[in-house]
């Protein structure tokens, strides 16, 4: 995330319409859920909560047993 910057200023996105509208948006950009969240921070104030809310749960990877041999 960005330091603050009390002379930038960037639109708030707190409404879930909007932030789904945005998310939208940057899917070309974003190669990964954490390069989405990047960009979102990055360029809007907003609700974290509604981001995860919007963002796909990343399944979890099998643990494989090793072999018995």
């Known amino acids: 995330m960005l330091h603050s910057d009390p002379?930038?200023?960037?639109?708030?996105?707190?409404?879930?319409?909007?932030?789904a509208r945005a998310v939208d948006g940057l899917k070309g950009e974003a190669a990964s859920s954490a390069?989405?969240?990047?960009?979102?921070?990055?360029?809007?104030i907003v609700d974290l909560d509604?981001?995860?809310?919007?963002?796909?749960?990343?399944?979890?990877?099998?643990v494989w047993?090793?072999?018995r041999g």
């Open 7 to 19: 002379l930038l200023t960037r639109p708030t996105l707190t409404h879930t319409g909007l932030l």
């Open 50 to 62: 509604a981001v995860a809310a919007l963002m796909p749960i990343p399944e979890p990877e099998p």
């Open 35 to 44: 390069e989405m969240w990047r960009l979102l921070t990055d360029n809007y």
């Open 65 to 67: 047993l090793a072999a």
